[in-house]
């Protein structure tokens, strides 16, 4: 599990939301923009459907940050939807901060459907900083329970 | 008169720390703000005679704990069981009523004709050191036939005497512990201290058997908010849930946890559940412990240790509820 | 001099002889346990049993909740029930009404002006920062209003702080160590007058993202969870931390949510206001946005 | 039973599936090594990662190279198993519990009277009647389901059963349709209209609870007495052995001590099934 920091990938689990952000992401890639490839993408209806859930589960299931991407606000599909993320955002990262992950492991960021750039550049700066940190110790440890092996943690649970 | 060994108080944690190289060590010390039973690197650190906020269950039938892998790929399934380490653990400072408590829970998953292969794995090589309690607030050991020196279930027991502790084996694991010291062999009386009792009677639990039916439980089951403390820190609850816990599409645990009838879902099945309410649910954990007993031995479920007295957040008092169902039924004013 | 617990008991009395409630929910005195226990009083002769004074530290409002729910499903016609409340108790009314679970002329609140419960040496930490001595929703009160008091200052949120100064790894070794103990017995979850889901999502069969595992990392993405989900809800009333019986400090957590959510969208205390609507339904276009 | 741990599943791979209604499925799988049953019997079916949930065995144990069981989707476990396809391995833990009382039965006339989905256990029992004929009397079965759509086993309970010698077979739906020629009406109704004689007739029946409750007073009415009258209940299982607390009613587990209940047993336990 501990593989030296050397031949360690961050993995960044990404919600983004149908509208906006995970068309920016698409831009991005039919735009040939070049970054990291550590990022899973999960599509979401809306940035405000990512329960806290989520994001916990994510980082236990061995993701090492988690960024959650919505519509600028007032651009919101649902019209409302990304202001209840933006309050609630606030309060489960200064709570999970106070629980003991680091708050530069999860991050939120609104990204429009013509910013393939911008999508380019926080996945970019996010790989980075992830990087910086190391891998997220927010895992399973007691011995009793089964940990698959670091190739294998890719479910991260399907959202629907 | 019996023969027993006599053991300097101060001399204890030396004499245990011997047998480190061969057990683990467990016993009562704090976690946090509460006494626990758990592991101690150190025999110092063991506190005797002191009530722990949960029993000893959780060492040989953990919270949590996973009972096999599974792995399908193109061959099929792969099923791997998880079974505990066998480690050989040395628990020290169990009281009478813990005691009484593993000797249930040995039945429940021992018996039946099947025995139960994690709990027994951990079992089989734990040796049991008692301790002879100081009986507290909420214990009522003596309505179940045993009081703070009852040595019953344990490999070796130590009765207080002042500076001394008096101790005698009854299994050969515990006479080898002995072996260890150089103790003096003196002729003594056994303690026999009767403990705290007067609630539950065999009256008692033939009433409560009686009236299944009586508004009384409603008046519990608006009162018990359905929370497990009671159960969780019980040193014979044994009641489990089994889930599986998916790691990818390929793979995945089964596990089991703790569980209580106290819960809503517990016995809710598709569409039916037969307790829907609290008060059906408070009244069958009242009557498994103190009227339904254990099948396979007809041992009692109940051992007076008063935890789940101390624990529960409304105040319910399982000691009260045998004590009331003697007294006449009191005229209760219809469907309120 | 008439005391408020002889008040009580009066109140008590007429309102069930006049037939205005059909239950007196407050406190009684159970001497084999020292201790006193939420008590149902339904006939005016019984309403003498109840007590009120420092050792009634139990809120009564999750009972109000529970017993209301056991009793709907037995019977329909409609029922109103008085409950004794201090302030922090009373909150935890406001809560449920509130959050719509009671109606609100299902319930006739007492309020009983409150100095304090428990131990008077070693008070809870609600009681130490307590700005609630007079109910702030109630039918009725019981007691004289104290005078002007000064805001008394919290040694719970001078704790946030000081564990919000540590750092990011002990914060994480301290709660593993807390969280490891926990049974999941939902203790914390059922005495919790904001937690009144009929459903709780941890009792969901069907949601694949919450486990009843007790490992440290289930355990703390449940307390995580419920705390997310009572946020700008909990009444602070602390009965999840003294309903636990592993001692977790679980008020340390809530404390932290809601006084980051009274800093960030300058709200007024949960609970206060039949009005309230909660901060986390709502937003503000010109929310903070620097976050992003 | 795997030898050293109880709780360890043996393996099954789907034979065949059959859409018995628009929410019942028959699943045909292997039989384990080692594992036989009577009729009344259940087994803990697995879908490793969703869970584990009680079924009752729906084929009769004479038939030596599977067993069969009848699966209403009506949680996650079921609607699981509704997914898998033939091929599929599953896990099967059991048999668990008691049966129906055969030695008891031999040589009696039978009566089964089954709503629903509870038609399942008692088909274990009809079948195993069937293929040793001769050893029981006349066979009287009762079945009722909501709609004609919702009748399990149509075709057996249509074309082959009625053809067995000795062999009655009653239906009636709750609310029937333009196409519905039979019987329309609720099953203890029609019961008592067929009202089949008590005389040296053991009775049997299976369906839901509110049903069962009725069948067994239609039944008293009849003239059945109480020890003559079995029913299998329907209760959440974890362990399926005796261990695990969730299926206890009174003094019993219905995991070991049943699921067959007398309805004279059934009398002796508090009223929460």
């Known amino acids: 599990m501990n593989k030296s920091k050397r031949d360690w990938e961050p993995r960044l689990v990404g919600f983004l939301c149908n509208w906006c952000s995970y068309a920016g992401a698409d831009l991005a890639g039919t735009s040939r923009m070049q970054y990291p490839p550590n990022m899973r993408v999960i599509r979401v209806p809306c940035s405000s459907r990512v329960r806290p859930e ?107 | 008169m019996t023969e027993l060994w006599r053991i300097k108080k101060c001399d204890l944690p030396a004499w245990l720390n011997i047998w480190r190289e061969e057990y683990e060590l467990w016993g009562a010390r704090p976690e946090g703000p509460v006494m ?42 792969e099923l791997n069981q998880q079974l505990p380490e066998l480690k050989a653990r040395l628990l020290v400072g169990l009281p009478s009523c813990d005691l009484q408590a593993l000797l249930v829970m040995d039945n429940v998953f021992g018996g039946g004709g099947h025995a139960d292969p994690y709990y027994s794995g951990r079992r089989q090589y734990t040796v049991v050191v008692g301790v002879a309690c100081e009986p ?33 084996a009854f299994s050969e694991a515990g006479a080898r512990l002995l072996q260890a010291g150089d103790w003096e062999k003196v002729q003594a009386t056994v303690p026999n201290r009767s403990g705290p009792g007067g609630w539950v009677s065999a ?54 946890r703790w569980d209580t009838c106290a819960f809503a879902g517990f016995t809710a099945a598709a569409g039916h559940n037969p307790r829907p309410d609290q008060t059906g649910r408070i009244r069958q954990r009242v009557m498994h412990k103190l009227v339904y007993g254990d099948f396979r031995s007809d041992r009692s479920l109940c051992v007076g240790c008063g935890r789940c007295v101390a624990a529960c957040p409304a105040g319910i008092d399982i000691r009260a509820i045998a004590r009331e169902a003697v007294r006449e039924k009191k005229e209760v004013k219809a469907g309120a | 001099m008439t005391t408020i617990q002889d008040e009580l008991r009066e109140t008590a009395r007429t309102l069930l002889a006049e037939g205005q409630v059909d239950c007196v929910l407050g406190w009684a005195w159970e001497e084999e346990l020292q201790r006193a226990v939420p008590c149902f009083v339904r006939a005016a002769e019984d309403a003498k049993r109840l007590i009120w004074d420092e050792r009634c530290v139990v809120s009564l409002a999750p009972f109000l909740l529970h017993m209301k729910r056991q009793l709907s499903s ?54 130490r920062e307590c700005q609630y001595h007079v109910p702030p929703v109630y039918d009725l009160l019981l007691g004289e209003e104290p005078k002007e008091t000064q805001t008394p200052s919290s040694p719970l949120l001078e704790r946030v702080r000081e564990i919000e100064g540590w750092d990011v790894a002990d914060r994480a070794s301290y709660w593993r160590e807390h969280f490891s103990r926990c049974l999941r017995c939902y203790a914390c979850r059922q005495v919790c007058p904001a937690c009144n889901c009929v459903e709780c999502i941890f009792d969901s069969e069907r949601t694949r993202w919450t486990y009843k595992r007790t490992t440290a990392e289930e355990n703390m993405i449940f307390h995580a969870i419920r705390a997310f989900h009572v946020a700008g809800r909990c009444v602070e009333c602390g009965e999840c931390e003294r309903a636990c019986p592993m001692g977790i400090p679980l008020m340390e957590i809530n404390k932290k949510v809601a006084s980051d959510i009274k800093e960030l969208f300058s709200v007024p205390d949960a609970g206060v206001d039949l009005r309230e609507e909660p901060p986390l339904v709502r937003y503000e276009t010109g929310d903070l946005d620097h976050f992003v | 039973m795997h030898k050293d741990n109880p709780y360890l599943p043996s393996l099954a791979t789907i034979q065949g599936i059959e859409d018995l209604t628009s929410d019942v499925r028959l699943l045909r799988v292997t039989l384990p090594a080692g594992f036989s049953y009577l009729p009344g019997q259940c087994a803990l079916l697995s879908i490793l990662g969703v869970g584990e949930s009680t079924i009752s065995i729906t084929s009769p144990p004479t038939q030596p190279e599977y067993m069969e069981f009848a699966i209403k989707r009506v949680g996650k476990v079921t609607e699981a198993i509704h997914e898998a396809e ?164 009174g003094d019993k587990y219905v995991c070991v001590d049943g699921p067959v209940f007398s309805f004279a047993e059934l009398g002796e336990l508090p009223n929460e099934f």
């Open chain 1, 54 to 160: 989520f994001i916990l589960r994510a980082l236990q299931k061995g993701a090492d940050g988690v960024l959650v991407a919505g519509c600028h606000p007032g651009d919101c599909h649902y019209t409302t939807g990304n202001y209840y993320t933006r309050r609630r955002f606030q309060v489960i990262k200064r709570l999970l901060t106070f629980l003991g992950v680091d708050p530069r492991r999860v991050m939120a960021s609104w990204i429009s459907a013509a910013e393939g750039g911008k999508y380019q550049q926080v996945v970019t700066e996010f790989v980075e900083t992830i990087r910086e940190l190391g891998p997220c110790d927010f895992r399973p440890t007691n011995g009793q329970i089964f940990v698959p092996a670091a190739d294998e943690r890719t479910d991260l649970g399907v959202v629907s």
């Open chain 3, 74 to 127: 037995v019977r329909t016609e409609p029922s109103r029930t008085a409950i004794v409340v201090k302030g922090c108790d009373a909150r935890g009314v406001v809560r449920i009404l509130r959050d719509q679970q009671l109606e609100r002329d299902e319930v006739l609140i007492i309020g009983v002006v409150c100095q304090g419960v428990g131990d008077p040496d070693n008070r809870p930490a609600k009681c």
């Open chain 2, 36 to 77: 626990r039973y758990g592991p101690v690197a150190d025999a110092t650190e063991l506190v005797l005679q002191v009530r722990t906020r949960d029993s000893a269950k959780n060492m040989f039938f953990p919270a949590t704990e996973t009972m096999f892998s599974f792995r399908h790929d193109e061959q099929g399934l």
């Open chain 2, 203 to 256: 009256d008692s639990v033939a009433r409560l058997r009686e009236r299944f039916d009586d508004p009384r439980w409603e008046r519990l089951g608006e009162r018990c908010l359905g929370c497990g403390a009671c159960a969780y820190v019980c040193p014979t609850c044994h009641c489990f849930d089994i889930d599986d816990m998916p790691h990818g599409l390929e793979g995945g645990e089964r596990y089991r």
């Open chain 4, 86 to 249: 033939v091929g599929e391995q599953i896990g099967v833990r059991g048999p668990m519990g008691n049966h129906f009382p055969v030695e008891m039965m031999r040589g009696k006339n039978l009566l089964f009277v089954g709503g629903g989905i509870g038609l399942a256990p008692l088909r274990s029992m009809i079948k195993y009647a069937f293929d040793r004929r001769s050893e029981f009397g006349h066979i009287d079965v009762i079945y009722g389901a909501r709609s004609p759509q919702d009748i399990c086993f149509f075709k057996e309970l249509t074309e082959s059963w009625p053809q067995q010698p000795d062999t009655a077979v009653y239906l009636t739906v709750d609310r029937g349709d333009e196409a519905w020629s039979g019987h329309t009406g609720f099953v203890p109704a029609f019961l008592e209209e067929i009202a089949p004689s008590p005389q040296d007739c053991l009775a049997v029946t299976c369906g839901p609870p509110i049903m069962i409750k009725f069948v067994l007073q239609s039944l008293e009415k009849l003239g059945f007495s109480r020890d003559m009258i079995y029913t299998t209940l329907e209760m959440k299982m974890k362990c399926g052995l005796g261990k695990c607390g969730r299926c206890n009613i």
């Open chain 2, 136 to 168: 507290g607030e909420f214990f009522f050991c003596q309505d179940f036939g045993f009081g703070p020196d009852t040595p019953t279930g344990a490999d070796l027991f130590l009765w207080d005497d002042g500076s001394n502790w008096l101790a005698q």
